[in-house]
């Protein structure tokens, strides 16, 4: 029997060191891991790559895009894809879509991994 493939998570923060540390918890738990530092960096990735199972955002990031935006186009390519806000702070008024799941800063990553496995686990396991 071959391993299923491992899901591969769209990491898309600004702060690197942060990306850095989730993104080193998050593949010692098995995903495959996608990093931007910017929303249209995020978008380009959704349009060139096969598979992302799970988009994994920052909210406030530097360029034309924020995170809501980000997740509302990603949602315009891709419908079923689950996503992950995480903020500090924002001003704006949450606009979560359908499905997703909303963290606030400081966060656990064994939290996020939770909610990942919840996204990407087979029906009935």
Do not use: C, H
Request: glycine share 6%; net charge negative; charged share 20%.
């Amino acid at each position: 029997m071959s391993a299923s493939p491992k899901p591969r998570i769209l990491m898309v923060e600004d702060e690197s060191m942060l990306l850095e540390v989730i993104t080193a918890d998050l593949e010692d738990a098995g995903f495959g891991v996608l990093q931007a530092a910017t929303a249209e960096i995020a978008m380009n990735i959704l349009r060139t790559e096969a598979s992302v199972d799970v988009l994994f955002t920052d909210i406030r990031l530097p360029g034309q895009m924020d995170g809501w935006q980000l997740a509302e186009a990603a949602r315009a390519l891709r419908p079923d894809l689950p996503v992950i806000y995480a903020t500090g702070f924002t001003q704006t008024p949450p606009r979560l879509i359908e499905g997703s799941l909303f963290f606030t800063k400081p966060y656990r990553s064994a939290a996020v991994i939770r909610a990942i496995t919840s996204f990407t686990a087979p029906p009935g396991a």
